[in-house]
């Protein structure tokens, strides 16, 4: 059974480890991000956007898909279905289509706004059992569609968020979606041990995962982090070996245009980023 993300991140909060959240896009990431959280018992969060539900046709394929192949690939370690930086509309269509965690992203409203709506969902989500992630200070990049301009956050506002009951606080400290730029500044610790202090000990997200140096990933969880969300490199591994497949002209050999053979390095290459990510951000054998 999928099960809602907080206990699993109160325990990484506690244990100083991080729990992964993996953006899914189709069947073979979520069939690769699942058959590796079992092999390494590791927890993971499956991190889906709107984009990529729009893509499944819908949050409730999802939904079943997940649902499903947890069951039938007869897993035991926990993993939770949550949505990536929901708007209104994708939270109300998540808590209908039986997700079991909802991230509310009201960082792009006036902050009254965010706290006003932030508190209707933490009620909702919890009605459901749900668990709920909410944000403050919007992080940098694009991310299907959601632009931020990546400001820091201010440790109050995460305070006053916090207050709210959110289960899990997202936080700009610089951090951005998508691959970093040259001469990116890092992430600032400064703020990220202001906004821990303020916040009585909630975990706290880092999204932004893909190309994070180990070092600044280990001083974040030490500073409160506990969920790193990430996507881009895992497109980026399943890009690099579908591309090397075709360049070596795999796919004319024999049956390799056979989708099963073709998707496989792909399929492979995403496994094996969520097993690096895993043994990064310590939660191997955690489950
Ligand atoms: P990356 O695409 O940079 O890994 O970020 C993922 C993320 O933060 C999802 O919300």
Redo the contacts with the bound molecule.
């Keep these: 059974m999928l099960v809602n993300a907080k206990e699993m991140l109160q325990k990484a909060a506690k244990g100083g480890y991080a729990v992964a959240?993996i953006?899914i896009n189709n069947l073979e990431w979520t069939k690769a991000t699942l058959t590796m959280a079992q092999e390494q018992k590791s927890p993971v969060i499956l991190?889906v956007?709107g984009g990529a539900a729009k893509w499944m046709v819908s949050f409730a394929t999802v939904t079943a898909m997940a649902k499903e192949m947890y069951k039938s690939l007869g897993l035991t370690v926990p993993v939770a279905i949550h949505l990536?930086?929901g708007s209104d509309e994708q939270c109300h269509a998540c808590i209908e289509a039986g997700f079991t965690s909802i991230?509310f992203d009201g960082s792009h409203y006036p902050f009254a706004e965010n706290i006003a709506k932030t508190k209707d969902f933490v009620a909702l989500a919890h009605a459901k059992g749900m668990s709920i992630e909410a944000e403050v200070g919007s992080?940098g990049?694009e991310?299907d569609g959601v632009v931020g301009a990546g400001d820091l956050a201010d440790p109050e506002e995460c305070r006053q968020i916090a207050a709210l009951g959110v289960d899990f606080l997202a936080a700009g400290i610089g951090?951005?979606?998508?691959?970093y730029p040259e001469g990116w500044l890092g992430l600032d610790f400064d703020v990220l041990g202001k906004i821990r202090d303020a916040c009585g000990g909630i975990p706290l997200v880092?999204?932004?995962?893909?190309?994070i140096p180990a070092e600044m990933i280990q001083k974040a969880i030490s500073l409160g982090v506990a969920k790193i969300?990430?996507?881009?490199?895992?497109?980026l591994s399943f890009a690099a070996a579908t591309r090397k497949y075709i360049e070596d002209g795999k796919d004319k050999a024999g049956k390799g245009f056979d989708p099963r053979k073709l998707l496989n390095p792909g399929y492979e290459a995403i496994r094996q980023t969520v097993k690096e990510k895993f043994e990064l951000f310590g939660s191997v054998g955690k489950a």
């Design positions: 959240q953006n991190g956007t990536d930086h991230m992080i990049g991310e951090n951005i979606h998508g691959q880092l999204h932004g995962g893909t190309g969300n990430v996507n881009t490199e895992l497109q």
